[in-house]
């Protein structure tokens, strides 16, 4: 009896009809289209300025709604300055906390710690905005800003006058909102480094600190480097914490004491009392800008992830 | 024995300094909460601040109701549009996502994530409040669907991915078709799970402002009808905590109040929802 095994047939040729299958796949493609919509529609709004300005608009300091004349120099100055400074501040915290949370033992306390600082992400961003406008703004200005500017005002970075919202608070605002990215994450892929690593390091007799400074944190490298990359988007894109204390002023200060103003920002403060033409094309093109550089430095960071748990995995 | 010595200090001083960061880490939270309570209990404790719209600037009895009915309205119509989509989605992705199809909605999701929210305000006013010429909370809603979306569907999908094979199995086994072996079996065993992921989106997108700007812009007046410009608990939080008025920094300060109380409450109920979906895992 020659009968036809068609199950052994690979591909969709062969597969029985599935109505459910056809349906969930296309609900499904709602995202993919989604995100291709976003591009595609912030791009062609953007169109006007890009046209216009070309890649001079990069260049440019000028921001003239009444000249129509428009650069983003300063805000991807203020952008670039407060992510950094974030990550300078951020990154020692939060591996710290990683370290201490990917530890053994007292399971209690490790709990209670992840998830403090897990609600840190919860919190809105508006409510970071206005501790840091009401809270930190004058407690910096006063013990922090004012003394720097009058015993090392004659440092570049920190000449004065210092002003209550600048550079420095928004940096201190944005580390706080990444430092749960960048713990979460920093966890996982230390505890993915294989214990058989630990265990032999520890046999060879070394402390806890040195398996976990030159055993733990080498193999865990390029995933903390992941988590520092995913952290990076979150402080580009991040509007309304930074807007409410940044100072919002199209400047390139060299000091970090003085307001400045970020791509982000600058939208949320002007966008809907922008007219004419090339004035709210411009700042979709600073959107544009930022969304196409957060999407590129989130691909890397999810990469970057991914590889390591795919390794650990193996 | 001094080298021995040397990595034993070594080695206790980092210890310490790990756990001095790991209390670091929890001084902004401990700060952020403890002047958002101070700040906003007195603008709380006032039962205008609950019933009463806003008013002009020194005349008393201001409230937020008009902001909490906004909210809600554009969070339910955004959970309305994102949910049923994302929890489609997240099964999608477990029972057929292989494939090339489910890779390019994973990778889509994890991206969106990341887009600053801001951008997602400027894709929806460019896509629904500049065609028509109107802000309305309808625009606010949809921009906070794309917030809500790849949060749902990856949340879907790490729950239903819990569920053992051996349900699936059973289920095909008896002669059940795919769809109800995954929306009649699968799904509710994993709807502790869905449910944690729809409440983090929706806790997610109550907290947004910076997409609300310029779709759902705010009105100072009580609004239901979701064409009409909207306000929101965060539009006011930020408009008002700008204001040099204290009696509107007062309000303010309410709003974040309970923004956070909103946010923290869900978190825990997440947490517990979390909890059992496991636990129910494991009994499965």
Redesign the interface.
Known sequence: MAVARPALRSGAASRPP????T???V??????V??V??VL??G??ALPAIRHFGLGFFTSRAWDPVRDKFGALPMIYGTVVTSFLALVMAL??????A???AQQGAPRIRAA?G??????A??????????G???LAPWLLIHVSRPLSTRLGSIPIFAGPALQTNLLIASIVLA?MV?PTL?AISRDVIRAVPSGMREASVALGA????T??KVVLPAARAGIFGATI?AL??A?????AVT?VIGNRHDIPTSLLLPAYTL?SA??NE??EATGTLYPSS??FL??V??LV??A???IA?LLVRSISREARV | MTRNWRRQLSNQVARLLVYLMAAIALVPLSLVLIYTVVSGLPALTHLEFFTNVERPVGIPGAGVAHAFVGTIVMVGLASLMSIPLGIISGIQLVEYGTGRVGDAVRLACDVMVGIPSIAIGLFIYALLVAPLHHFSGLSGAVALAVLMLPVVVRTTESAVALVPGALREAGLAVGLPRWRVALQLVLPAAVPGVVTGALLAVARAAGETAPLLFTAFGNRFMIFDPTKAMPALPLIVFHDALTPYPDLVRTAWGAALVLIILTLLVNVASRVALRRQISLAAKL
């Open positions: 599935d109505g459910f299958r349906v969930t796949t609900v499904s493609l709602a995202a993919p989604v995100l919509a976003i529609v912030v062609s709004g020692p915290v939060g591996i710290g906390v370290i201490f949370l710690i998830t403090g600082v897990e609600l840190l919860a919190i809105p961003s508006v409510v970071y905005g206005i501790w406008l009401y809270v706080v430092l713990s402390t806890w600190w040195e976990t400074w995913l988007g979150r580009l894109g991040e509007t309304i409410m982000a939208i949320a966008f809907s700042l979709i959107g544009l930022l969304m957060t999407l430095v989130n691909v999810l």
